[in-house]
């Protein structure tokens, strides 16, 4: 049950969630409707987390995909991961890199997150790993990516929030 339950859909300042996709109209989630709950945090975290899936991050959508589930992973976030898979997927992620993600197959991204997440920072091995593929700005985009998942995911989790009607688990077992 969520602690702090979505506030219902037609009771969502627009406004303020229209920082998330201006000019669209958002679906009803339980993760927007958690933001719902606090419009000028909503307007603050949604219009800044939107340049991280938008077109204006420098960051691949697969890297940003794979590092996202690795987080979500980690950080036990069922919501997080949910979400996430289908992105990935429609980002070109396969369900063999999914799995390998879910196992943490050493990769540099995986270790990216590993030791983000561990050590606030990143080994030399692991920088210069990812500074061989990715320039200054996809490195500066992948740090924040990943802070940002950690932060979103705290905030599910704590929160509670349950995943949305018809989203599947996605294989979400804890078996470690």
Request: glycine share 6%; net charge negative; hydrophobic share 40%.
């Amino acid at each position: 049950m969520n602690r702090i339950p979505p506030l219902p859909y037609d009771e969502w300042d627009t406004e303020a969630m229209a920082s998330f996709a201006p000019g669209r109209k958002l679906l009803p989630s339980n993760a927007l409707g958690l933001f719902a709950q606090h419009p000028e945090l909503a307007t603050a975290f949604l219009g800044y987390s939107r340049y991280l899936l938008s077109r204006r991050s420098t960051l691949p959508p697969r890297t940003r995909e794979l590092a996202i589930l690795r987080v979500a992973w980690r950080r036990r976030c069922q919501y997080e991961w949910s979400q996430h898979v289908l992105i990935a997927r429609k980002a070109g992620v396969t369900d063999e890199e999914i799995d390998a993600i879910r196992v943490g197959k050493p990769t540099p991204i995986t270790r990216a997150v590993d030791e983000l997440e561990t050590d606030s920072g990143l080994s030399d091995d692991t920088y210069q790993a990812l500074a061989a593929d990715l320039n200054d700005r996809q490195l500066m985009d992948l740090v924040f990516t990943i802070g940002t998942y950690g932060l979103l995911a705290m905030v599910l989790n704590t929160f509670e929030v349950e995943l949305d009607p018809g989203l599947p688990a996605e294989n979400f077992t804890i078996t470690e």
